[in-house]
């Protein structure tokens, strides 16, 4: 065949150019290789905080020995913490003082000198051994109880299903339905995408409720209208961001708050006017991929915190600097 | 050749069939949803929500269809090579095979990947293997082992596209053959050995032509099929002969066919008008023994013996290499990052290490996941090695072997039956 | 090609052609005689005279029978042969038939598993790719601040392709009553990114992911995005039930169940 060393070279060149597409494939695309992800979505400029606005420090941790732990309380020296199907009693120390089984799942707890608990849609109040003192009917299949607030008067019961929070005499008669969308009482409703709605009552036993989607705290009355109401929606650090936040919160002496945020995880305090006070703990102190952690606060200023991912129980207490 | 009306109706089924799909399953999951989702707000003004859209895979039925497509154009293939002995009957079912499994059915699912598929059933106890995975790749080689290679002949798409661009084949050095020949082999060993290990589809990652079957591939895949191509016009059939590792196991079970593919429908006369006919070079010539029986003998059983040496040193070659053919496999590889830079896991940029970090699991889980595989590998590569080692044995004794033949036969392992030779033969029965 | 070549060329052609021709009409003229050897095998074919096929095909024949003994060894092994590679074969597809299922494969990620790395949209051999993002409507809020579309430092809660996550805008923003906005996906420019699924699931209730669509994905015997998933998210499901939709689909890392 004519040019037959032409071709040859040129088949030779071809075969070649083969071998080397298969081996460099081979060798250079590992899978495991890291690939960068150019639609990255980088929040991490949102989740900085200056460290001098930190205003606590994690002073123990208490390792639980739980699958999922649900909610976390604070009465005379003692923490109480629900997971799985049982309630555990701890003191500060870490050493279980007292386990009681509760035959079924609790989303809620609020600690008295009675223990108030509650099981999705059904309350039930049990004394310090864990014996049932009072079991309300449940409130149907849409409700989602997510928090307790009980005073001497009342127990207010925060239902995220049927976004309204109950106020129940203390003996289950049921009095109001306080957030329900009321122009006249200016209640604008409570907005709550997910199971994420915390009550709980400031020192003159006035309830303070999240809504979450609004980003705000409101104060109502024990009439039920609105008291008043604060709210900060922003990316920066003194804000709530995201669809539902704050996920948790507590009020501690002089009437502040501590708030628990999920998104960008931490743990903030603000004053009884909605002023930001400072952060107890910041996105990096926990999982990357993270719950919003439980609050509850002691008697003596330590804030205590539940982290659902690590299962633990972690206090915080101010630093001293200031 | 399908029909369009025949194309029309299996689209019209395919819609039917996603309809009935969505609305069953619509209707199916609505009890489900009642129960276990957070409530979603009462919406007052009448709001109804869409539902989201779950298109549904090709239908089942298709899927039987090709399976029956691939048996049909096998029978049709094996008629005209062995039964009519027409070499345009056997181009023209190619090129129909070429239509429907290569460009309609886009490459996938073919015979040399099924390999793998079978391979992963037999070692991996979590995979399924789909009925059709396991038909395409037995039919094929029951039908070879009776009638030879008229898969490869007609049936394969991939052949095919080589096949119709061999215009102007060029005969390669025998010793050239016999080298490159080695090459399929170690192709099968490599796939079976990543396929076994969970690692990869090696044959299915580098097929030159499913890129060009799709129109849709990146830019190395497309060079690639394009080399492969260029190549073909003058080493006709490139991948099949030197590359192809279903094309091992069709070699062995066509050597012993029953009814192989003959250049001529009786008697050979000798003419030798066929001995250039072939583009593939695998049509052997008459030839007599060489020299004296017994020295022949002699030098017979020498190769012979050194076939255990063979043996022993690709097993060790292949042990040896453990290591490096490990690092191909993702959990190796990463358990090596991680456990060689421990600071990678706090590397925001590094996505898989972060992924792990995520998934909960234990550095130990990781190490000893790795540790496992790369055992795994280490037999594997002990087995590999053995396997080209006992190849290249059994080639250096083939070479020196001879057998007495009159007629001008092909090559029972390495013909293709692709029919070009039987229209040079003038024996007309 | 210039004049030299051409004349090099039509002159080569034409000695060519002479020679043959030449041979030919000599041969056929002279009846050229090649006569074939009795006492081996015959060696021409018969266009040329003097050779006489039936004497030839009878010599070989008797040729033949001489090396019968050996033919019928042969034909042994190879039986024998042809009846061990059967055998296995039958073996190989059995142990691999132990496994079969009737139903066909097709390939789907875990959206629990997601890790949101952005390689669905570049890894998949169809473009654009046949990942894509769905959302479940019941898992959604219905927010105002949609955490899987709006950017977080958004000046303004509005439709502003300014204020979108979605690099293509591929997310449709309705109103439907005070507060509640829906968000719906247009297929047809969903990239697969997993820029609003991170949005969602980290801001938000998580009800927008991604999810393989079969009406695009063509179904590879190894899915090339599944070889470089971080997460190890993808997984081979009966093509019966080939979606993994959050909703109809949970584990234990689903945040919305109830409480």
Not at chain 1, 284 to 307: M, R, T, W, Y
Not at chain 3, 99 to 104: E, I
Request: aromatic share 12%.
């Amino acid at each position: 065949m004519k040019h037959r060393k032409l071709i040859n070279t040129i088949l030779i060149v071809m075969a070649i150019g083969i071998v080397i597409i298969v081996a460099r494939d081979f060798v250079v695309n590992r899978s495991g290789k890291n690939i960068e992800n150019p639609y990255a979505f980088d929040v991490s400029e949102y989740a900085k905080v200056d460290s001098s606005e930190i205003i606590y420090q994690e002073e123990k941790v208490l390792q639980l020995k739980v699958d999922e732990p649900k909610g976390i309380d604070f009465y005379n020296e003692a923490i109480y913490v629900i997971a799985d199907s049982s309630l555990l009693k701890l003191n500060q120390q870490g050493q279980l003082l007292q386990e009681i089984q509760l035959g079924d799942e609790p989303t809620a707890i609020d600690a008295g000198p009675q223990v108030w608990l509650a099981f999705k849609n059904q309350i039930v109040c049990i004394d310090e051994n864990g014996k049932e003192l009072q079991r309300w009917p449940d409130f149907g299949p849409r409700s989602v109880v997510t928090s307790l607030a009980v005073s001497p008067e009342y127990v207010y019961v925060a239902d995220a299903g049927n976004r309204l929070v109950y106020q129940f005499s203390r003996d289950g008669k049921l009095i109001r339905e306080i957030g329900a969308k009321d122009e006249q009482k200016a209640v604008p409703g409570f907005i709550i995408p997910s199971p994420y709605f915390d009550v709980d009552l400031n020192e003159e036993g006035y309830l303070w409720a999240v809504d979450p989607g609004r980003h705000s705290l409101e104060n109502f009355n024990a009439d039920g209208s609105l008291r008043t109401s604060w709210t900060i929606s922003s990316v920066k650090t003194e804000g709530f961001s995201g669809c539902c936040n704050p996920a948790h919160m507590a009020i501690m002496s002089e009437d502040k708050f501590v708030t628990s945020e999920k998104g960008i995880v931490r743990v903030k305090i603000y004053d009884q006017h909605g002023e930001y006070l400072g952060v107890v703990a910041t996105a990096n102190q926990f999982n990357e991929v993270s719950h919003a952690p439980d609050v509850c606060v002691s008697d003596d200023g330590k804030v205590i915190l539940l982290d659902f991912d690590r299962k633990q129980v972690r206090l915080f207490n101010p630093k001293e600097s200031d | 050749m399908i029909t369009t009306s025949q194309l029309k109706l299996t689209k019209r089924m395919n819609r039917i069939a996603k309809i009935f799909f969505s609305i069953s399953a619509l209707i199916l999951s609505i009890p489900v949803w009642a129960q276990q989702r957070f409530p979603k707000p009462e919406f007052e003004t009448g709001y109804v929500q869409p539902s989201t859209t779950q298109a549904a895979p090709r239908a089942l039925f298709l899927e039987y269809l090709d399976v029956f497509v691939l048996i049909a154009a096998l029978v049709i293939a094996t008629w005209f090579v062995v039964k009519k002995r027409s070499r345009r009957g056997v181009m023209w079912t190619s090129v129909f095979a070429l239509l429907y499994f290569g460009f309609f059915r886009e490459g996938c699912i073919c015979a040399i990947g099924a390999i793998q598929n079978v391979t992963l059933a037999i070692f991996d106890p979590t995979y399924v293997l789909p009925f059709t995975a396991l038909a395409f790749f037995v039919i094929p080689l029951v039908v070879t082992l009776f009638y030879g290679r008229t898969f490869c002949a007609a049936v394969c798409p991939l052949g095919a596209i080589q096949d119709l661009v061999a215009f102007r084949p060029i005969e390669i050095p025998k010793w050239l053959q016999k080298i490159l020949g080695m090459i399929p082999y170690l192709y099968l060993g490599l796939a079976i050995l990543y396929a076994a290990t969970r690692s990869e589809f090696l044959i299915c990652r580098y097929d030159p032509f499913v890129g060009i079957f799709r129109f849709d591939a990146e830019f190395q895949m497309l060079l690639l099929g394009g080399l492969f191509l260029l190549v073909g016009i003058f080493v006709a059939r490139p991948y099949c002969r030197f590359f192809c590792p279903y094309g091992v196991l069709l070699g062995w079970m066509s050597t012993f066919s029953k009814k192989h593919m003959s250049i001529t429908p009786s008697n050979c006369i000798q003419c030798k008008l066929c001995a250039n006919s072939c583009p593939y070079g695998v049509i052997e010539k008459p030839e007599e023994e060489q020299g004296n029986r017994r020295s022949n003998v002699q030098r017979l059983m020498t190769y012979l013996f050194f076939i255990p040496l063979w043996i022993g040193i690709g097993g060790l070659a292949g042990s040896m290499l453990h290591g490096p053919l490990s690092k191909f496999n993702s959990k190796v590889y990463l358990a090596e990052q991680l456990v060689e830079n421990p600071e990678l896991k706090n590397d925001p940029d590094y996505i898989d290490a972060r992924a792990f970090v995520q998934s909960g699991e234990s550095m130990d889980e990781l190490v000893k996941e790795a540790r496992e595989i790369r055992s795994q590998f280490y037999w594997g590569g002990w087995i590999l090695g053995g396997f080209m080692g006992l190849v290249v044995g059994l080639t250096l004794l083939k070479l020196a072997s001879h057998r007495n033949r009159h007629d001008y036969e092909p090559d029972k392992t390495n013909c293709l039956s692709c029919g070009r030779c039987m229209d040079y033969c003038p024996v007309k029965n | 090609m210039d004049r030299k070549e051409f004349i090099e060329k039509s002159l080569r052609l034409g000695v060519l052609t002479g020679i043959i021709g030449g041979s030919v009409f000599l041969i056929k003229r002279n009846k050229i005689d090649f006569t074939c050897s009795v006492d081996g095998v015959c060696k021409s074919c018969s266009l040329f005279t003097g050779c006489d096929l039936d004497k030839a095909k009878q010599s070989r024949n008797d040729e033949r029978k001489k090396d019968s003994k050996q033919t019928n060894r042969r034909e042994f092994i190879q039986k024998g042969m042809r009846l061990t590679l059967g055998a296995s074969l039958a073996g190989v597809a059995g142990f691999a038939a132990l496994k079969v299922s009737a139903d066909d494969y097709v390939w789907q990620l875990d959206p629990f598993k997601c890790v949101y790395c952005g390689r669905c949209a570049d890894y998949c051999v169809v473009t654009p790719s046949a990942v894509k993002c769905v959302h479940a409507f019941d898992l959604c809020g219905y927010c105002d601040l949609c955490g899987g579309y709006l950017k977080p430092d958004a000046n303004a809660r509005s439709t502003a392709a300014e204020n979108q996550l979605c690099p293509t805008a591929a997310i449709k923003r309705k109103f439907v009553e005070d507060p509640y906005f829906e968000y719906e996906i247009d297929e047809e420019l969903c990239i697969g990114c997993a820029k609003c699924v991170e949005g969602c699931t980290s801001f938000g209730n998580g009800s927008l992911h991604l999810q393989v669509r079969h009406d695009l994905c063509v179904n590879c015997n190894e899915c090339s995005i599944a070889r470089v998933c971080p997460a190890d998210a993808f997984e081979r499901v009966p093509a019966s039930q080939p979606y993994k939709i959050k909703g109809d689909f949970t584990n234990k890392d689903d945040n919305n169940k109830p409480a």
